[in-house]
């Protein structure tokens, strides 16, 4: 990954965790492929670990 990616990557990331499933505007505003894949790669990890979170949440 180059510095770009990186970036996308942790936007992705931030984005899923904080705002949580069902936002995708950012794909939108990326204008280079790999960007994109890095976000969208950034973003599942975000959302999983968001969901993991309410889980174990749920389960205390």
């Given at each position: 990954m180059n510095d770009d990616q990186l970036y996308w990557f942790a936007r992705?990331?931030?984005?899923?965790?904080?705002?949580?499933?069902?936002?995708?505007?950012?794909?939108?505003?990326?204008?280079?492929?790999?960007?994109?894949?890095a976000y969208r790669r950034g973003y599942d990890l975000g959302v999983s670990d968001y969901c993991l979170e309410e889980t174990e949440d749920d389960a205390a």
């Open positions: 992705g990331y931030h984005d899923g965790r904080v705002v949580g499933a069902g936002v995708e505007e950012g794909l939108d505003a990326i204008d280079d492929d790999e960007n994109r894949v």
